[in-house]
Structure formats: structure tokens, C-alpha cells
């Protein structure tokens, strides 16, 4: 059932004033539900109740915070039909996309419990003494990972499940032994809710301290700041905009004790196309683009935006075969009003430049919230002189960048912004002839793909979902797979300890059976 409120810890509470409700993209009307925004007052009662379980939950073991997790999973698959019906009519995304999105939320509680149960993640290293070392003697050394603290983690608008309330950023917290505030998404609320009550159900059944979990709502962008601004709150995870994701940034840099901020943000995701394969298979690649840049109404961080090739008759082919297969698709229905109202003015602004080539742009009657796919083309010069076309058009839009030649293509991806992903569609030989086009890229990306499309986000340990700015605010981390973990954790070292107080993860004797680095050599042995 859906109340509106918000949860603060294990309470349900609506003090507040300000109300707003969910929009059904694809019947255009709003949805019943009332949802009110928390007060600064729950925010504080939240922040308060996140530190104090802070205490208790970071010392849990990992089998402990694992059974949560995978208690977390099992009431969200108890939230039934009910929950795809909520979704469906706060995202404008079919119900096929619900039940995958369903799956994948499920899937990685299960891969971040299985991987915490067995605490090798802590990264264990133990240095021993060595009292007669000369000159000086060596003290004992034992180093591992720990929680950070309160996490607040923004909702994404595009993956109402995956990535908001119990999705990977939430998962991974929890894993750690961070207590979670979220920031629901003001679109999808009652999906939000909904699996809000699911992990509040969870954690009284695991016995988990009250505030390690709280759900609290917002249609502005003032319960966000205030929760980033919290003294209380030690991290920060977000997915959207470069505006909303560098607002934070700079928001919890200018605190008296900043905190890190990990935002996934705008990526335009360039897509390296080299001669020889176009030769060969133009029709096969503009295909399977068309498909990928519409996949979802375009709606991925992933999405191919940007399409860079050499002149000659393969671009060519590529380039009207697109323009042809991609206005053959229907257009899909994007989340909110204000997701089509920012492509279409995007799009616009994109079409309006000088020097540009319209290839294809749906020309029929779409429904409202229904966006029209379009594809254009530039000259290498044309985008090189012109930053507003290296700016992110979220939807199903994909410049194609036609360059002189190797040099200017290459020239074209030193210039780009950083990168989610870089793909490079060629012949193995072309791939073996062309480093300098693939190191290039490799500097503006955290994942490159051959031959493939990058749309699509396995969640396994060996995926990076991050890149150079502004792709992410720190490039070093994950936020898919489950080394995601790591941005909720430091380093800690304990100097000459009594074995008796140390961690498990950290005692002689290794009871957990943890594979650890002991004086160079890793191990799963007791010492
Ligand atoms: P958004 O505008 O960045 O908002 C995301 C969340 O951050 C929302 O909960 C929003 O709060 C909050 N927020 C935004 N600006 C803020 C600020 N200055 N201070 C504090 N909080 C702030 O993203 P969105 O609503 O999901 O979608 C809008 C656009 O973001 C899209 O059109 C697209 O360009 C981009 N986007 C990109 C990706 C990607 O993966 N690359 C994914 C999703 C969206 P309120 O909503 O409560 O104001």
C-alpha cells in the first residue's frame, strides 16, 4: 500500500506542508497518490537515527548484513504484480522493462550478499613484528577496510528500480555496513515507497538497528542539499544530470568537513567506426545502431550519442542506412514530461547549429510523451569549433562525426569530455594498426567495447561504470559490479593490537577463513 510518507527509520511520518504527486507518462494524466516532502526536521531525525545505527550495524559481520540483503530481495519479490503496476504508471516504461529491472535488483542484493559473506573484500593485510629487525624494530601491522558512515544515496529518474531506493548504490552501501538515507526520485515516489517498505520489513525481520534504512521524499531540490550539507552523513551516491551531480559536488566539497560524492552523471558514449568494417558490413552496424540508440527511448547513460567514422563510401552507407532504419522504429515513451521537454529542446538546440546535416528526424505524430528519434551529421571541423555538440541529448539522438582522416578523428576524440564508455567498430587487423585512435580513447573512458554496442550493463565483479570527469566525479570507482563497494569503505590500520580485540578479519588465527596478505604472501591460513 502506498501512503505518501516518508520513513524515517521504521516510522512512517508526513509532518510536512508540501505535496506533490506522480505523473503517468503514458496516459498522460497524474497518478492518485499524494506524496509528502520531508521537513528539515525528519531530514534531522533521519541523519540522527542513520549515525546512532551506524554503531551497531558496522559491526555486524558479513554474514549478518548478508541475510539482510537477501531478506531485502525476497520482500521486494513480495511486493508482486503490485509493484510492476506502480512502476509502469510512474516511469512511461513497459512492463517487460519492470520485471527485468525487478531481476537485476534482486540479482545484485544477491551478488553483493554473496560477496560479503566470506570477507576477503576487506582487503585484510597483516605486516608482523619484527623485534630484533636492526637498526629499528618493525611493529606489528594489520590493515582492512571499514564503513564510512551515513550514506545518502539520489534515486536516478531512469532506473526506478536498479538504481533508486534498493538498487546497486543502496545495495552496495548496506553491504559495507553503511546505513542509507535515500533521496527518492520525485517521479517514481511510490515505486520508491513501495521498496522502501520492503527493506524497512527486512530489517526488523534480520534484526537490524532502527535508522540503518530511511526513504524520505522531495519535488525540489532542497531536501537534497540539506541531507548532503548533514553533518551526519559521511558519502554521497547519485545518478542524473552533470548540473544536479556537480551541485552536490560542490555542495559537500564547501562543508566544514567535506565528504566525497560519487555521481554517475552525462556521458555521450563515442563509438569509433574505422574504414575497413564499414566496408564490409555499413548495413549490418547501422542496424544494430539504430536499435541501440533507441533502445529505451534513449533514456541509458550508455546511449551512443556520438558516432565517429573517415569519410568514404562505407561512412557513407552507415550513415543512410541509419537515417532509414531509424525512422522505421516506433517512437517509445519517455519517464516524465519533463525528460521529453528537456530532449526535444536539446534535440532542437543540437538540430539549430550551423554546418550540420539533419539525416533523419521521425517525422510522423507521436503521443504525448512519445520522443521522436533523429540522427545528424558534422563535419570533423564543424565539431571541433563547436562545443554545444558535444553536449549530452538525452533520448534517441546520435550525431555522426565525419572526419578528414585518422589524424582529425583522433584529434576529435582527444577533444571529447570524459566518457562512460568508448566503442570501436573495426576488422581485427584495422583494431592492431589503429593504437593510437584506441590509447585516445582509452583516456576518455572507463569501458571500451569492440565490436559491440554500448548499451547494455552486465553486473558482474569485471564491469567499470565510471569514467574520467564528467562522467563520474571520480573515476576510480565503480558504481556497477560489485567493487561498487569500495566507495563506502577506508582504510584503517590497527598498530600493535591485542590479537583478542582485534576484527575476525584481522586475528591470528583467521577464523573466518578470509584470503589476506600476510607479510607479502597472500594467504587463507592462520598465522
Ligand atoms: P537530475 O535533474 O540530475 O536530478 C536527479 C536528482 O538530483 C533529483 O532527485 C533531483 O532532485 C536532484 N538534484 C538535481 N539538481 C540538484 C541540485 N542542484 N541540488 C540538489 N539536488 C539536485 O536528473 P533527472 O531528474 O534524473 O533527469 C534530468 C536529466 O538528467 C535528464 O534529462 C538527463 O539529461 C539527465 N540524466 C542522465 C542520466 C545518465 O545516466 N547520464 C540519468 C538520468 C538523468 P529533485 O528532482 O527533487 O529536484
Not at 509502469?88 to 527485468?100: I, N, V, W, Y
Not at 533514456?299 to 551512443?304: E, I, M, R, S, Y
Not at 573515476?475 to 583478542?500: L, M
Request: with cysteine; hydrophobic share 40%.
Amino acid at each position: 500500500m502506498i501512503t505518501g510518507k516518508n520513513y524515517i527509520g521504521n516510522q512512517l511520518s508526513a509532518i510536512g506542508a508540501k505535496t506533490y504527486k506522480t505523473f503517468n507518462s503514458q496516459l498522460n494524466i497524474e497518478n492518485e497518490h499524494v506524496f509528502t516532502e520531508a521537513t528539515a526536521n525528519e531530514i534531522n531525525i533521519a541523519a540522527s537515527l542513520a549515525a546512532s545505527a551506524f554503531k551497531t550495524y558496522s559491526k555486524k559481520s558479513g554474514k549478518d548484513k548478508a541475510v539482510f540483503l537477501r531478506a531485502i530481495a525476497d520482500e521486494i519479490e513480495a511486493l508482486g504484480e503490485a509493484l510492476i503496476t506502480t512502476y509502469t504508471s510512474e516511469s512511461g516504461l513497459p512492463a517487460g522493462r519492470a520485471m527485468g529491472e525487478r531481476g537485476r535488483t534482486i540479482g545484485q542484493l544477491g551478488a553483493f550478499a554473496s560477496h560479503i559473506e566470506n570477507g576477503s573484500w576487506v582487503e585484510a593485510r597483516i605486516d608482523t613484528a619484527q623485534p630484533d629487525r636492526q637498526p629499528l624494530p618493525k611493529v606489528d601491522l594489520r590493515k582492512m577496510n571499514v564503513a564510512l558512515g551515513p550514506v545518502v544515496v539520489f534515486g536516478a529518474s531512469n532506473f526506478p528500480l536498479a538504481f533508486s531506493t534498493a538498487g546497486g548504490d543502496t545495495a552496495a552501501a548496506l553491504a559495507a555496513g553503511c546505513p542509507v538515507i535515500v533521496k527518492s526520485h520525485p517521479m517514481h515516489a511510490g515505486t520508491g515507497e513501495m521498496v522502501a517498505s520492503a527493506i524497512i520489513k527486512a530489517a526488523e525481520k534480520t534484526g537490524m538497528p532502527n535508522g540503518v534504512f530511511s526513504n524520505l521524499n522531495s519535488s525540489g531540490i532542497e531536501v537534497g542539499q540539506t541531507l548532503v550539507q548533514h553533518p551526519a552523513v559521511k558519502a554521497v551516491g547519485f545518478t542524473g544530470s552533470i548540473r544536479g551531480g556537480r551541485a552536490l559536488f560542490d555542495f559537500a566539497a564547501k562543508r566544514p568537513e567535506p565528504i566525497p560524492v560519487f555521481a554517475e552523471m552525462g556521458s555521450i558514449n563515442p563509438v569509433v567506426l574505422l574504414p575497413e568494417a564499414l566496408n564490409t558490413k555499413a548495413v549490418h552496424w547501422a542496424k544494430t545502431y539504430a536499435g541501440s540508440i533507441t533502445l529505451g527511448a534513449g533514456q541509458f547513460c550508455t546511449n551512443p550519442g556520438l558516432l565517429i567514422g573517415i569519410k568514404g563510401e562505407g561512412l557513407a552507407n552507415f550513415a543512410s542506412t541509419l537515417a532509414e532504419e531509424i525512422v522505421k522504429i516506433e517512437p517509445s515513451c519517455m519517464l516524465h514530461p519533463a525528460i521529453i521537454g528537456a530532449y526535444d529542446s536539446g534535440k532542437a538546440r543540437a538540430l539549430e547549429q550551423t554546418e550540420l546535416n539533419v539525416l533523419a528526424d521521425y517525422g510522423l505524430e507521436a503521443r504525448s510523451n512519445y520522443a521522436k528519434q533523429a540522427v545528424s551529421m558534422v563535419s570533423g571541423k564543424t565539431f571541433l569549433e563547436n562545443p554545444v555538440l558535444h553536449n549530452e541529448v538525452f533520448g534517441p539522438f546520435s550525431l555522426i562525426v565525419e572526419c578528414e582522416n585518422e589524424l582529425q578523428l583522433e584529434e576529435v576524440i582527444h577533444k571529447l569530455e570524459g566518457q562512460l564508455t568508448g566503442t570501436i567498430i573495426a576488422e581485427e587487423t584495422e583494431l592492431t594498426h589503429s593504437s593510437n585512435i584506441v590509447s585516445a580513447l582509452q583516456n576518455r573512458v572507463g569501458r571500451i567495447i569492440f565490436n559491440g554496442v554500448p548499451t547494455g550493463v552486465e553486473v558482474c565483479p569485471s564491469m567499470q561504470h565510471g569514467g574520467p570527469y564528467p562522467a563520474s566525479t571520480d573515476s576510480r570507482f565503480t558504481a556497477v559490479g560489485v567493487d561498487a563497494i569500495k566507495r563506502w569503505v577506508r582504510p584503517f590500520s590497527f598498530q600493535a593490537w591485542p590479537n583478542e580485540l582485534l576484527p575476525d578479519e584481522l586475528k591470528n588465527e583467521n577464523p573466518l577463513g578470509i584470503s589476506r596478505l600476510v607479510d607479502g604472501t597472500h594467504t587463507d591460513q592462520g598465522i
